[in-house]
Nanobody
């Protein structure tokens, strides 16, 4: 199995920035399908950003395009979500996910999930 651990969440004022980290163990990132997801109270989980096996980056939610950046550090087996210009609407628990499936990345059917990290944006 693959273990995923998120970190970097916290409380930030609107307009501020945070960088989330997701440390993976067990497999290399080379052939991973990887993504960031978020879920606000009472809301459905939504895909935020993801990459496929080729390394192609996709921003899955229109509201984050231009503000959030997905990146990977293969040496550290870690992926990141840099979040800038944060808005109260970004408040949610953020999850990272990964697996080895050759399929669309902006979906909720990943095999391995972290436990989540809380991001709260105050107005």
């Amino acid at each position: 199995q693959v273990q995923l651990v998120e970190s970097g969440g916290g409380l930030v004022q609107a307009g501020g920035s945070l960088r989330l980290s997701c440390a993976a163990s067990g497999r290399t990132f080379t052939n991973y399908r990887m993504g960031w997801f978020r879920q606000a109270p009472g809301k459905e989980r939504e895909s935020v950003a993801a990459v496929d096996w080729s390394g192609g980056r996709t921003y899955c939610t229109d509201s984050v395009t231009g503000r959030f950046t997905f990146s990977r550090d293969f040496a550290k087996n870690t992926m990141y979500l840099q979040m800038n210009s944060l808005k109260p609407e970004d408040t949610a628990v953020y999850y990272c996910a990964a697996d080895y499936k050759l399929k669309a990345v902006c979906t909720g059917d990943y095999d391995y999930w972290g436990q989540g990290t809380q991001v709260t944006v105050s107005s």
